[in-house]
């Protein structure tokens, strides 16, 4: 099928829309018409380095759309069904996913991969393969993807708002909600404040925090994160700790969220001073491959009874946890629409890239016609 899609051809390069061919669902896959893509910033970590998708790739992995063709044996979706895209497969059936985990999933060991379970590129160039990025490849007119990969998506939920589901918001919120147990009561702390931290503040809102200290050096962003919940606010870890200490007592924090745009290890030390006794860090933020160390004192850590929480896509159980948020939305109290700074066409992604790397956007979103 003849698609238009972004494409990284190599490291340091810009975005390239071109036409591409999608491949046709093999068996159990399906093909989705992308209506609508977030502007995540794990996208750009392949332009600049920090990640390693193999090259060339088709950007976009937090996507909406409907499904127009189905692989043999797709039993889950058919054509005209609307859905939306995750980064990490479901199948419901390994180790991992029955036991409730299913953001472990074992299909997930492609994820990175040039090719897809089936060995077959989901995109070519005349004869070049071209792999698309987490095996989704959004930043497309149309996509061929697994269907572990693919979930439902009610009708009065907006493509442009569902998409932020597929990726920024789930691993923001769950951030909060899951991985760090956000309990009533709890000082909560969000380092960065983009897409996924913004979602982060509302799920310790909706959790029940008493405040949420939201630490972002760019004004617009720390403005943004009062109306979706955030009670005070911080320029920088330094500002963020004597405002803390103040607020909870010297109890420091329960959790602090990391979801700053890139992770580097000499801000893990002062980020684990923000965490109080028992309390948990959740890191969501990618740091380049090439970083092998950081810096932090073990020994008080250890002492205090901290943790340091890996946080993967939220903790997210698409089938059941996308519902949840489903359900939130409908009540005004998960807020998507607000996310969305600003719309763009996919031939205006590098300016959406842009935008965000000025500070610019909660979220940038591609909208297809
Ligand atoms: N773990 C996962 O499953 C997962 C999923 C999605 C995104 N991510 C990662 O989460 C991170 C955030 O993604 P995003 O899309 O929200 O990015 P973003 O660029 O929209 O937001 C990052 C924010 O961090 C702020 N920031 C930068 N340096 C800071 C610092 N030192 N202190 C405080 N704030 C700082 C920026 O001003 C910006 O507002 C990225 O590293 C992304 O790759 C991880
Ligand atoms: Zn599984
Ligand atoms: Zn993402």
Redesign the pocket.
């Known amino acids: 099928m003849r698609t238009r899609s972004a494409v990284l051809w190599n490291t340091g390069d810009k975005w390239s829309v071109e036409e591409l061919e999608a491949s046709d669902p093999a068996a159990g896959e399906v093909t989705v018409r992308i209506r609508a893509t977030g502007l ?3 996208d750009d ?1 392949n332009v600049t380095g920090d990640f390693s998708a193999p090259l060339p790739v088709v950007g976009g992995h937090e996507g909406a759309g409907e499904v127009v063709a189905v692989g043999a044996g797709v039993d889950r979706f058919s054509v005209g069904d609307r859905v939306i895209t995750f980064p990490m497969p479901s199948c419901g059936r390994c180790r991992f996913c029955s036991k409730g985990r299913s953001w472990l999933c074992d299909l997930s060991a492609r994820t990175m991969s040039a090719t897809g379970a089936n060995d077959r590129f989901r995109f070519h160039k005349g004869d070049t393969g071209i792999g698309a990025f987490t095996q989704l490849g959004t930043f497309s007119e149309y996509t061929t993807v697994s269907e572990a990969q693919v979930f439902a998506l009610p009708d009065d939920i907006p493509y442009t708002a569902a998409a932020l589901v597929g ?2 918001f789930s ?1 923001g919120y769950g951030a909060a909600v899951r991985a760090g147990r956000v309990e009533p009561g709890d000082n909560v702390v969000v ?7 913004m979602a982060a503040v509302q799920g310790a809102r909706i959790a029940g925090a008493a405040s949420v200290l939201a ?4 004004q617009f ?1 720390l403005d943004e994160a009062v109306r979706f919940g955030a009670t005070h606010t911080a320029r ?2 330094e500002e963020a700790e004597p405002i803390l200490r103040e607020l909870s007592w010297g109890v420091m924090s329960e959790v602090v969220i990391v ?5 580097h290890g000499d ?1 893990l030390g002062p980020i684990a001073d923000l965490v109080g006794k028992g309390g948990k860090m959740v890191m ?3 740091t380049p491959l090439s970083e092998t160390t950081v810096s932090l004192m073990l020994s008080p850590f250890a002492m205090s009874g901290k943790s340091l929480v890996g ?3 939220g903790f997210t159980n698409p089938v059941a946890d996308f519902d949840e948020m489903w359900r939130l939305h409908r009540r005004g109290h998960v807020r998507l629409e607000e996310m969305i700074t600003k719309t763009y066409t996919l031939d205006e992604i590098n300016q959406g890239y842009g935008d ?1 790397h000025a ?1 610019n956007n909660v979220r940038g979103v591609v909208v297809f016609d």
């Open positions: 995540c910033h794990s970590h990726c920024g691993t380092v960065g404040v983009g897409g996924v931290g630490v972002d050096p760019v962003k920088s870890i979801a700053v745009g890139i992770m801000l969501t933020s990618v946080n993967l896509a965000m500070g």
